[in-house]
Every structure is written in C-alpha cells, then in structure tokens.
C-alpha cells in the first residue's frame, strides 16, 4: 500500500493560494495539533502582485464561509462586504424599437404553476407591466429599493432570498491568510527561483531565494496568469478560447459611490462598444472596470470610452490594464502538479465565476485526494470534472453574445457573426427557438441550471424579437411539465 501523502505545497497567494490553504486546512483540521498528519505550506513571492480584481461571489460562497467556521459579521466588516442578489445586465440587447433592455438573472429559481413550467406560462399569458424575473424572485424589487436579501436580526448566512456577496478581493485574501495562519498553515515569502524533477517528471523540490531547498509531495500552482509550474515547468498545453470569447483585455478603477446613502445590491454589466463594464457595490466604494477585445479597441481607445461611461464618477484615477489569458490547461492535474485559480483557466468575469472555480477545484481535489502513487483514476476523474465545468462556464458565457442583436459597433456584430459558438451551445440554440430550455437539454448543470438559460432567453426578450415563438405559442396549446417532482 503505498505512503499518505503528509506536505502540500502552494505556490501563489492571493485570493487562489489562500483560499485552496482554508479549504484544505478546513478538511485537514487544526494543523497545529500536536498529531496533526498533514502539512500545509503557502509560497509566495513578495514581488509579483495579485490581480485582485474579482470582487464578486456565487452563492455556494455562504457555504465556504460557513464550513470554514469564519464568522459573517466579520467577513462583513473585514472585507467592505455587501449583499448580491444576482446581475444586473444593461443595454445588451435592444427591442423591436431599438431601446434597450435591461433585465436581471438572479439566484433564483422558477417554479411550476400547476404542472406547466413558469417559462411557457409566462411566453403564453405575460405578467403585466411584470418581466419574467418579478415573477418568481424579488431580486428586482430588492434591488430597485436597495435592499438586502434578509431583514436585520435575522440570522448568519440565513438565505430567504438567494444571494451572494461583493467583497474587497485584497481584504479577503488577507483576512483568510490570517485565519490560515492562526490554523497551522505555514507561509513563506520568497522567490521560487528554481523547479526541481525528479526521473519521471514528478516536482520534488522547489529552490527558494533565501531559504534554499524545499522538497514537495502534492504542489498546487496558484501563479496566476503565468502557470509557472503548470506551463513553465509541466509543459501542459493551454487550450484557448479565443475563437468562441474575443474580450482579451481588462482595465479596472475604484471609485467612490454616488450617493453613500444608497447601496446597490445588485453586481452591474453595462455593455459598450467593444465589451462591457462591470459596476461591483462595495460598502465603502465601487470597483468597476471594463472588459474588451484588443481587436475591436487599442487600450488608449478602451480608457477614453470607460472614462466617458464614467462621467462625473470617474475621480481621475487611471485605470490599470490587465490583459487576460482566456481558456483553460488541457488537463489541471498532472503527475503531482494542480493547478487552481488563474493558472488553471480563465473565463471573462462576466457572471463572478472566478471564486466559484477555485472553490470546487479545490473541493474535487479533497473528495479524490491521492496518495504517494498519484492513482491515475483519481487524477483522470478531477481532470474530467474540471474541464467540464470551464467548457459550461464557457458556453453559458457565449449565449450571452451568441443572442446579442446589437448593429451599432462592429464589435456586436462580430460577435454573434464571426465567433464560434461551441457545439453543445450550437444545438441547444436552435432547439430553443422552439422550445423553452428544460431540464433534460444541459449535460452538465454544476453552476448553471437550465432555468438560468431560461432567465436569460426571457431577460433578453428573444422570442419577442428575431428569434421563433416556441411551438406551443403558435397553436395555443401549453404544455405540461411531466418532469415535476422527478
């Protein structure tokens, strides 16, 4: 039988590193236990910065606080935490008369009337002057009052009303640094200036600046963008989707709120004219940002048409452009390599998956932990799930394009035209000009259910613009959903 493994080794911080050390400290226990059987060490160097941009979450965020034992009030106060109660999408698509539509997708889901999904009854009879969103979730209500999702008093990570958070990125890496540190995880703070390999290609040790040798067993790579370890070292290919997502390039800016009275509890996506903005509500200020494509826009192009969205709430801070690598490694796994957050992929911001990602990395990597033997099922399993869930991320992030009927830049026009929509995307759309999406149309649903594809299609108002009525609104007869209950 082979050897536990007893050492893991991160390299990165930031928001990856340190989320992958409380997740595993969380499933180790308490590392400064006397009979603690694992040890946990974070490198990272103290010269090269974080992105730090990825300032809003997805529900299972309650979850990873909660388990992690980390108290919501002072994750509130440590990190300028406020509520999310879904994503407010802005000028994406427009109506019959050209004016915009805004809609919201909220975390939530909708429900049955009398054996017919929500979605038909909504597409044959209407709501009013109501959108398909107010039908089934007060997340527009909530947010047009700016107001949370639960009232004062009541309880810790209590849901009523489904939710998330926006959070100070930089605080909150460093708030679970903290506890990490206070668990057992060792931190070091140097420069990994050489990668050893051992006669089968397996990290045996790293050659820190200082210190000098650091054997490993099980390595995670959190170097961001770099993929040091992964890339550099492992030689894994990265596969890119620049053929389905063209934005390529970010630039982001914090400025003060408006009107400090009034909190937003809804995360922003404006679009423009070669991608979108993003508008993220912290207690104290806003992080905003625009995503674009380097096709469409040079960087000098991109900051004159952020600055003008901003207006008067731009305070003369320059925005710092990051340019994004989007796609993911072929496999996130290899010999005794893992690799979570930026090294591993990267989609476009556009729906907070960010966090999202790093934490069931790190969660698949707990439930098929290996030993000393590196057991291929085990490493084949975490590299198959993975993989999975970029390429649904990435096809629900492509719908959004896919559907835009903007004519106004070439940008939206390429977009939808030029793009490749990936296959299961592809089928999926043209089954929905007929049908609304359902439960046996999604392969895959570890974030995105086809009732969120339903908000979307109905937040977008296709089917009262280019796109075919369903069947059922041609003949008047509303179908019954024979799937309620299974």
């Known amino acids: 039988m082979s050897e536990p493994i007893k050492s893991i080794t991160i390299v990165g911080g930031g928001t990856a590193g340190w989320m992958a050390a409380l997740i595993l400290q969380s499933n180790f226990g308490d590392l400064t236990r006397p009979d603690a059987k694992m040890k946990i060490t974070l490198i990272e160097s103290p010269n090269v910065p974080t992105v730090g941009v990825g300032e809003a979450t997805v529900p299972n965020m309650l979850r990873t606080l909660r388990m992690a034992g980390i108290s919501e009030q002072d994750f509130f106060k440590t990190c300028n935490a406020s509520f999310k109660l879904g994503v407010l999408f802005a000028n994406w698509n427009v109506d019959r008369n050209g004016k915009q539509i805004d809609y919201v997708n909220?975390?939530?889901?909708?429900?049955?009337?009398?054996?017919?999904?929500?979605?038909d009854y909504y597409l044959q009879y209407g709501?009013?002057?109501?959108?398909?969103?107010?039908?089934?979730?007060?997340?527009?209500?909530?947010?047009?009052?700016?107001?949370g999702p639960r009232p004062l008093g009541e309880k810790a990570y209590a849901m009523p009303v489904g939710h998330a958070y926006h959070l100070d990125a930089g605080r909150f890496a460093n708030m679970i640094r903290d506890i990490c540190k206070s668990r057992g995880v060792q931190h070091i703070e140097e420069d990994v200036v050489h990668v050893e390999q051992d006669e089968n290609?397996?990290?045996?040790?790293l050659q820190l600046a200082e210190t000098g040798r650091h054997e490993t067993?099980?390595?995670?790579?959190?170097?961001?963008?770099?993929?040091?370890?992964?890339?550099?070292v492992m030689k894994e290919p990265f596969i890119s989707y620049s053929n389905f997502l063209a934005n390529d390039r970010a630039m982001a800016v914090q400025i003060p709120h408006p009107d400090p009275t009034k909190l937003p509890s809804l995360t922003r996506s404006y679009a423009l004219g070669a991608g979108w903005v993003w508008r993220v509500p912290l207690y104290n200020r806003i992080g905003t940002g625009y995503v674009y494509s380097s096709a469409h826009r040079t960087d000098e192009e991109a900051r004159d048409e952020?600055?003008?969205?901003?207006?008067?709430?731009?305070?003369?801070?320059?925005?710092r452009v990051i340019p994004m690598r989007v796609g993911r490694n072929r496999n996130a796994w290899v010999k005794n390599v893992v690799a979570v957050g930026l090294s591993g992929g990267f989609i476009e911001p556009l729906e907070s998956t960010a966090i999202?990602?790093?934490?069931?990395?790190?969660?698949?990597?707990?439930?098929?932990?290996?030993?000393?033997?590196?057991?291929?099922?085990?490493?084949?399993?975490?590299n198959k799930?993975?993989?999975?869930?970029?390429?649904?991320?990435?096809?629900?992030?492509?719908?959004?394009?896919?559907?835009?009927?903007?004519?106004?830049?070439q940008y939206w026009i390429d977009a939808r035209?030029?793009?490749?929509?990936?296959?299961?995307?592809?089928?999926?759309?043209?089954?929905?000009?007929?049908?609304?999406?359902?439960?046996?149309?999604?392969?895959?649903?570890?974030?995105?259910?086809?009732?969120?594809?339903?908000?979307?299609?109905?937040?977008?108002?296709?089917?009262?613009?280019?796109?075919?009525a369903p069947s059922f609104r041609r003949n008047g007869n509303l179908p019954a959903n024979l799937w309620q209950g299974y």
Request: glycine fraction near 6%; include cysteine.
């Open 417 to 468: 035209e030029e793009l490749e929509v990936p296959d299961r995307l592809a089928e999926n759309l043209e089954l929905w000009r007929y049908a609304v999406p359902g439960p046996l149309d999604l392969e895959t649903e570890v974030l995105f259910s086809y009732a969120t594809y339903q908000a979307v299609l109905l937040g977008k108002q296709v089917y009262n613009t280019d796109y075919p």
């Open 217 to 232: 067993e099980l390595v995670i790579d959190c170097t961001g963008f770099k993929g040091l370890i992964i890339n550099e």
């Open 127 to 147: 709501a009013g002057k109501h959108d398909f969103i107010q039908c089934f979730s007060p997340a527009v209500a909530l947010g047009e009052a700016f107001k």
């Open 356 to 382: 999202h990602m790093i934490d069931m990395s790190i969660r698949w990597l707990a439930s098929y932990f290996p030993d000393k033997s590196y057991p291929d099922p085990l490493r084949d399993r975490y």
């Open 306 to 319: 952020f600055i003008a969205h901003l207006g008067d709430t731009w305070n003369g801070v320059e925005p």
């Open 106 to 119: 909220p975390f939530a889901h909708p429900q049955v009337i009398a054996g017919v999904d929500l979605a």
């Open 201 to 205: 290609g397996y990290v045996s040790a």
């Open 385 to 409: 799930l993975t993989s999975k869930l970029y390429d649904e991320v990435r096809d629900f992030i492509c719908l959004h394009y896919a559907l835009g009927n903007r004519t106004d830049s």
